[in-house]
Nanobody, 123 residues
Framework: QVHLEESGGGEVQIGESLRLSCTIS????????MAWFRQAPGKEREFVAAIAWSSGGTVYPGSMEGRFAISRDKFRNMLYLQMNSLKPEDTAVYYC????????????????WGQGTRVTVSS
């Protein structure tokens, strides 16, 4: 069993940065993938970034690359999302997830999810 807990959300101004953290407890495996997704009010869940736990290889959708960076600390069992130049459209609840079916943006391939942390970007 894996438990995930996100932290670091809050309210920021346009153009500011924020770093989200995800604490991982329980069993971890070298071949697992971890990811961040987000869900804005009234919208579907959206893929933000994914990382291979072992190699650190990353995957981003085109819309996220450049402003967002995913990373992990294997020794501390932590996942991070650095978000820069934030925009109002980045306002959402951000979720971390873990899965064993490849490093990708398919939500159904991730088996464990955190409860989410809310990010609000205001002008």
């Amino acid at each position: 069993q894996v438990h995930l807990e996100e932290s670091g959300g809050g309210e920021v101004q346009i153009g500011e940065s924020l770093r989200l953290s995800c604490t991982i407890s329980g069993h971890t495996a070298d071949n697992q993938a971890m990811a961040w997704f987000r869900q804005a009010p009234g919208k579907e869940r959206e893929f933000v970034a994914a990382i291979a736990w072992s190699s650190g290889g990353t995957v981003y959708p085109g819309s996220m690359e450049g402003r967002f960076a995913i990373s992990r600390d294997k020794f501390r069992n932590m996942l991070y999302l650095q978000m820069n130049s934030l925009k109002p459209e980045d306002t959402a609840v951000y979720y971390c997830a873990v899965g064993m079916r490849g490093v990708n943006g398919i939500a159904d391939y991730y088996d464990y999810w955190g409860q989410g942390t809310r990010v609000t970007v205001s002008s």
